[in-house]
């Protein structure tokens, strides 16, 4: 079964700082990659998402994302934080099965201080 | 377009009332989805459907049922709510390898 570990549960950062949030999955075949963002009170926004070809992953707001197979690992960055990235970020595993599920990590929530 | 919308945004419920949740989509995706969010455990999956007329169960189905009448909507239903069932409620419908997911529903069970 796959699964998503994420291993850090709450980041603090000063805004303008980097910041790299850690993802590591477990499945047997190429999974299929996604970093979602949750403000508060709200859904989930798409990221960024990894299929296949450049292991490197240019997303919304700034972000990206780098597949590193002998890792197992899809981890999110960030060259500078701004104060409106204060959010809790998903990580998020899938395959092409009939119906396409995803598996998440439990979430990462980030601090941004000022 | 709207979306994906659910409603409503905010109930409580006492133990062993039902209530039914409904997810609209206007985008006409096959694959729809009922995912509950828990403080430090992400989204777990209660039931998918891949077409109307079509539900399956996910990692968390029991006491949840859903059905899928039209394409565009899928309803969550809870016949005999448990406190236990107190959750944030997210629908999904999927695009080209993407899904997309509604505001939510923050339910409560006393």
């Known amino acids: 079964a796959q699964s998503v570990t994420q291993p850090d549960i709450h980041i603090t950062v000063s805004e303008g700082a980097s910041l790299e949030l850690r993802c590591n999955y477990s499945?047997?075949?190429?999974?299929?990659l996604f970093w979602y963002v949750q403000s508060p009170g709200q859904g989930l926004q798409l990221l960024l998402k990894?299929?296949?070809?450049?292991?490197l992953v240019q997303g919304i707001k700034g972000f990206e994302a780098e597949f590193k197979r002998s890792q197992s690992s899809f981890n999110l960055r960030k060259p500078s934080v701004h104060w409106s990235d204060a959010a809790e970020y998903f990580c998020?595993?899938?395959?092409?099965?009939?119906?396409?599920?995803?598996?998440f990590g439990t979430g990462t929530r980030l601090q941004v201080t000022l | 377009n709207a979306g994906v919308t659910q409603t409503p945004k905010f109930r409580v419920l006492k133990t062993g009332q039902s209530m039914t949740l409904l997810c609209a989509q206007d985008?006409?995706?096959?694959?729809m989805y009922w995912y509950r969010q828990d403080p430090g455990m992400g989204l777990r999956l209660i039931h998918y459907?891949?077409?109307?007329?079509?539900?399956a169960k996910g990692e968390v189905p029991d006491g949840y049922n859903v059905s899928r009448l039209k394409k565009q909507n899928f309803l969550l239903g809870l016949e005999s709510a448990a406190p236990s069932q107190t959750s944030v409620y997210f629908c999904?419908?999927?695009?080209?390898?993407?899904?997309?997911f509604g505001p939510g529903t923050r339910l409560t069970v006393l």
């Open positions: 999904a419908s999927k695009g080209y390898n993407e899904q997309f």
């Open positions: 499945y047997g075949a190429t999974p299929y």
């Open positions: 990894y299929f296949s070809g450049d292991t």
């Open positions: 998020a595993v899938g395959y092409t099965g009939t119906a396409s599920k995803l598996t």
């Open positions: 985008m006409n995706h096959e694959y």
């Open positions: 459907s891949v077409g109307e007329g079509t539900t």
